[in-house]
């Protein structure tokens, strides 16, 4: 009897079923382990918390809920998502004041293909909170229009559309790699057009313009978006410290990995806290 369970004891380790099987690990800036509970000590004394994901993450978005279940309980908040634009926001409002049901918002506005399992059920936590929903980004169209050609045709637009994009001109710093990155991923002349990261750099400013302008004094802003967007403290953070720079802030990310239980050095600095989850993870679409 003693063999046999020597034996099932060695199987299991074998088949890797002896180990604590994690959803995620999560570090610091500088890849040092840390406890949710003390990021979240942290989180709660800011002005605008940024939580970086990969959109089709099912487990990222469970983690954006938590986050935002958690800090209204300590703070005053709003709640900004890259998801939703401008010019939606008295629709959203007509939403969570209950002058549209669940169908004519969804008709109304431009959702998302995967809205229903990721990010309704943030949507619904803040209303049912009664949490301000911000619509941050710049409309599709107007970012279109800037990469297809130039900012200029944008000072052209009629007060009435300029109000749904970040005050124009805008400061654009092409030496920031995330946009050094954009041009690096082609070989042709695109890669000389500087359109295409200034279309890039249009959403982050104007995400940035939103979050500032719909920050309240003593309230804390959590906002969502791509991980590209705010990874290496650049794109809207590097707005937002532009269009107010005594906003204190802390960033979040999400890595993919095959093993989340060992930190990767080029991962130093992503962001203040670094969400490692499992490569396999389900996937939304």
Do not use: C
């Amino acid at each position: 009897m003693k063999a046999l369970l020597t034996i099932y004891f060695l199987l299991l380790t074998f088949f890797g079923f002896s180990q604590e099987k994690k959803a995620f690990e999560l570090y610091d800036a500088i890849g040092k382990k840390v406890s949710y509970y003390k990021m979240m000590k942290q989180l709660e004394k800011q002005d605008v918390v940024f939580f970086g994901e990969f959109h089709n993450n099912t487990l990222v978005h469970w983690l954006q809920l938590q986050v935002l279940k958690d800090l209204s309980n300590k703070r005053l908040m709003r709640f900004g998502l890259e998801m939703f634009e401008r010019d939606q926001q008295e629709i959203i409002n007509r939403y969570l004041n209950d002058e549209i049901n669940e169908k004519a918002f969804d008709t109304l506005t431009r959702f998302w293909s995967n809205y229903s399992t990721d990010y309704h059920p943030m949507v619904n936590f803040a209303k049912e909170q009664n949490i301000p929903v911000i619509a941050t980004n710049v409309p599709r169209k107007y970012a279109n229009m800037l990469f297809k050609q130039g900012e200029e045709i944008l000072y052209n637009l009629p007060s009435e559309e300029k109000q749904w994009i970040a005050p124009l001109p805008f400061p654009f710093d092409a030496e920031l790699s995330s946009y050094i990155k954009m041009l690096d991923m082609f070989e042709n002349e695109t890669r000389k057009n500087l359109n295409f990261p200034k279309a890039q750099a249009i959403k982050d400013a104007t995400m940035a313009y939103s979050i500032v302008e719909n920050w309240k004094p003593n309230s804390l802003f959590f906002h969502i978006n791509g991980s590209f967007h705010t990874n290496h403290y650049e794109g809207i953070i590097w707005y937002v410290n532009h269009y107010n720079p005594n906003l204190k802030i802390k960033s979040i990310t999400v890595v993919e990995v095959d093993d989340i239980s060992t930190f990767n050095t080029e991962d130093k600095l992503l962001a203040d806290y670094i969400f490692y989850i499992p490569s396999d993870m389900i996937k939304s679409y």
